[in-house]
């Protein structure tokens, strides 16, 4: 029997009976109905796999049903002791296990608000400066070369540099529209005018392949909310079509139709790590590392903090008020009590 009774405990107003009957493919089924990205489905379906088979390895295979905040708390516990995960990495996996339980298994129990979380660390952000920047990028070329050139001159992030379409491109007002962004809102940033015969050339390159996919009935590329239901050529159309497609097609995990998908991300992240080595960077650079060259750089030129915020699609300005941390100590405002030292003597 199992330890709750679900009809005394199942969440008020939970949705609709899932229709998978695994765990796993539950736990992606509700992802899926929520709109979560494929990011978040990745990271929860993990969790869930790895809590099970845990729980395995302390004396038998038991459903999450019938765990409880014992078990729970003793997964995390490891994960911290042994695993040394991150507070980040911890609090990925409790949001992944409570989603299990009240958005799968539609349990809603006191001790879930109970269960301690490990306190948000703010961490001050890995700024290149205006020289590092420009090295790096002078040793990046092709596809890698652009999209770097793209996430440093717009502050975007690599989701949503990768995922941009052709109609997204203004270029008569010199803007990109970026459209479900993090937080699934949209907003829009400049288009740096130096960019503009390089994704000119990029369209040119990309039209290419689209061009090739319609002449040999390659499906069209992914449609977000079910506009392929909606408007089933849409996926066929250049306006639609990725700015920066794959050379090759690729099966897509949701549906399992093949077709062509933007470029990798691992392309990106392995390029630009080699590029920092080649320039003799010492510091610890990953792509987001432009974005926040990008933020900082701008607030160093003197651009209001609001507008900044506004373009890297923070909710609020104390998330981009990170970047003045930084601003503090390179303006070179405060002056250290050596240097005065040795003034005097």
């Known amino acids: 029997m199992n330890r709750y009774n679900r009809s005394d405990k199942v969440r008020e107003g939970f949705a609709a009976p899932l229709q998978s009957k695994r765990l796993l493919d539950q736990v992606r089924e509700r992802?899926?109905?929520?709109?979560?990205?494929?990011?978040?489905?990745?990271?929860y379906v993990?969790?869930?796999?790895?809590?099970?088979?845990?729980s395995g390895s302390q004396g038998g295979m038991r459903h999450p049903r019938d765990m409880g905040v014992v078990e729970v708390e003793a997964f995390l516990t490891m994960l911290a002791n042994e695993r040394q995960v991150s507070p980040a990495t911890h609090r990925q996996a409790l949001n992944a296990i409570l989603f299990m339980?009240?958005?799968?298994?539609?349990?809603?129990?006191?001790?879930?608000?109970?269960?301690?979380?490990?306190?948000e660390r703010k961490r001050i952000p890995v700024v290149l400066t205006k020289e590092e920047v420009q090295r790096v990028l002078c040793l990046m070329?092709?596809?890698?070369?652009?999209?770097?050139?793209?996430?440093y001159g717009t502050?975007?992030?690599l989701t949503e540099g990768l995922s941009l379409r052709v109609?997204?491109?203004?270029?008569?007002?010199?803007?990109?529209?970026?459209?479900s962004g993090k937080g699934d809102k949209d907003r829009v940033v400049m288009l740096p005018r130096s960019l503009v015969p390089a994704l000119h050339a990029q369209l040119a390159r990309a039209k290419v392949l689209w061009t090739r996919d319609r002449a040999v009935g390659v499906n069209g590329v992914y449609l977000p909310h079910a506009l392929e239901r909606k408007y089933p050529r849409a996926g066929e159309s250049w306006a639609w079509h990725w700015v920066l497609p794959s050379p090759t097609l690729s099966v897509d995990p949701q549906t399992g139709v093949e077709r062509r998908h933007h470029l990798f991300p691992e392309r990106l992240s392995k390029r630009l790590k080699?590029?920092?080595?080649?320039?003799?960077?010492?510091?610890?650079?990953s792509v987001h590392t432009l974005r926040h060259s990008f933020?900082?750089?701008?607030?160093?030129?003197?651009?209001d903090i609001r507008t900044v915020q506004e373009l890297l699609g923070h909710s609020d300005v104390p998330t981009t008020m990170i970047y003045t941390h930084v601003l503090k100590v390179a303006a070179g405002g405060t002056a250290s009590p050596l240097d005065a030292m040795a003034l005097e003597g």
């Open 31 to 43: 992802i899926r109905y929520l709109h979560y990205s494929l990011q978040t489905e990745k990271a």
């Open 46 to 54: 993990y969790w869930a796999r790895f809590f099970v088979l845990w």
């Open 101 to 119: 339980y009240r958005q799968v298994l539609g349990m809603e129990l006191p001790w879930m608000q109970q269960i301690g979380r490990p306190a």
């Open 141 to 151: 070329t092709a596809d890698e070369g652009l999209l770097a050139r793209l996430l």
């Open 155 to 157: 502050g975007l992030r």
């Open 167 to 179: 109609k997204d491109l203004d270029f008569d007002r010199h803007a990109i529209v970026v459209r």
């Open 274 to 285: 080699q590029a920092c080595r080649e320039a003799g960077l010492a510091k610890p650079v």
């Open 295 to 303: 933020a900082t750089h701008l607030l160093q030129s003197g651009t």
